[in-house]
DNA sequence: GGCGCCGGTCGAGATCGTCAAGCATTTTAC
DNA sequence: GTAAAATGCTTGACGATCTCGACCGGCGCC
């Protein structure tokens, strides 16, 4: 589905996805036509979701970020859902397996802020919040080569 | 220390970071040598940390997302915490208050290969693991405008 | 008031992107 | 087996874009 260009195109595209049509052409090795529409293709099919820029939170003065879990009231999964979506500092927002139903990152200005937050949802939804102290990695892709981890084992007795 | 030109900058290349200079210039109302010299300054400011590439982790085979509470046993926290920064699968690692030392996001091919990435920390940290069924919100950043929610409070009597 | 800095514009030259035409290789169909 | 069609690439030319230097105006500060 990806040649090995694809993936080098992207990985220059992670570092820096402003990168001319030309620098990129030199770097791999084709033309710039050629590399337009290879981007436009991988655009086209959703490998490429979009390209964006990495702003630092702490520059909009969002100082805190919380990670939450949520775990809504009986019958209140989806008004809690629609809750959240609508709050703009829940930057982030994944549905998972298990007692919580939400794990979501919370930016805030303030302690208060968390609090007020956390407020509009505590009546329907019961929550735990963790602050973040440190980021030891921040958002990077997954491997792009084929050569993930070893892991690889079908289920199977072990 | 933004103005609200900086913030118009930053919200359309939030939606396509490949927006040409001319275009930025035109829809802010500037010139594109200005606009130019602020986003050189953002990034120098380290505002903008990154120009970069959305990819669709499916496009690449990862077909699950997991994330994982991982709580160290005791005088290993170090080794855990390398051990998860050399795992390229982990998409993302914050370091939290409360008995979790870590939330981080895993990405994988299979569930085989979460077992297996999994038993790599198994004898350092113990770990929780939920997969994500779904994505409700996919990251975002918080609001540019100084408007943020009205949560704003300072911490007081209530 | 005069000075210097900051952030802006303008215009020219250099760089870059896009388009059409054409070519080689592979696939498909018969 | 061969011919047609489809892919994916290159090249070169043209138009669009970026960058750089020169210059300008407002503002704070002696």
């Known amino acids: ?37 290879r981007l436009r293709r991988l655009e086209e099919r959703g490998v490429i979701r979009a390209f964006t820029v990495e702003i ?16 809504p009231l009986p019958g209140k999964l989806h008004i809690v859902q629609k809750l959240i979506e609508e709050i703009p500092e829940f930057g982030e927002c994944d549905k998972v397996t298990g007692d919580d139903c939400f794990v979501a990152r919370l930016f805030v200005r303030s302690i208060g802020d968390l609090d007020g937050i956390l407020d509009r949802i505590a009546d329907k939804a019961e929550t735990s919040t963790a602050i973040i102290k440190a980021q030891p990695i921040r958002r990077r892709p997954p ?16």
């Open 1 to 37: 589905m990806l040649d090995d260009l694809d993936r080098r195109l992207l990985e220059i595209l992670v570092k820096d996805a402003r990168t001319s049509l030309k620098e990129l052409a030199a770097q791999v090795g084709l033309s710039s036509p050629s590399v337009s529409e």
């Open 56 to 71: 630092d939170p702490l520059a909009l003065g969002y100082t805190l970020q919380a990670i939450v879990r949520i775990r």
């Open 143 to 158: 491997p792009l080569d084929a050569t993930a981890s070893r892991g690889a084992k079908i289920l199977q007795a072990s």
